[in-house]
């Protein structure tokens, strides 16, 4: 069975950081692209960073030079360090873990909420 958990998410101030952690348990995680996912209330959830399995990394425009993407793939666990966060980076951070080749083997997260307030 294919888990997902997120954490680190609650409540900071505006300009405040935090970090969240998924970690995966029931696949081969090192070789899954792992992708951070936001949905604000009322809008669709948008992809905010991505990282390879050899580590290359991309990022939602608003979010380059704030959040790092990572993994630790002997702990099977990526994160997401968001710093200089902003009320307009509120909303419910989804873990998805996508099989390279495999377009059938994706998973997702439960979701977690981040609320940034001004």
């Known amino acids: 069975q294919v888990q997902l958990v997120e954490s680190g998410g609650g409540l900071v101030q505006e300009g405040g950081s935090l970090r969240l952690s998924c970690a995966a348990s029931?696949?081969?995680?090192?070789?899954?692209?792992i992708n951070w996912y936001r949905q604000a209330p009322g809008n669709q959830r948008e992809l905010v960073a991505a990282?390879?399995?050899?580590?290359?990394?991309n990022y939602l425009e608003s979010v380059k030079g704030r959040f790092t993407i990572s993994r630790d793939n002997a702990k099977d666990t990526a994160y997401l360090q968001m710093n200089s966060l902003k009320p307009e980076d509120t909303g419910t951070y989804y873990c998805?873990?996508?099989?390279?080749?495999?377009?059938?083997?994706?998973?997702w997260g439960k979701g977690i909420l981040v609320t940034v307030s001004s």
């Open positions: 998805n873990a996508k099989h390279p080749r495999m377009g059938s083997m994706e998973y």
């Open positions: 029931g696949i081969i995680f090192s070789i899954y692209r």
């Open positions: 990282i390879t399995s050899s580590g290359s990394t």
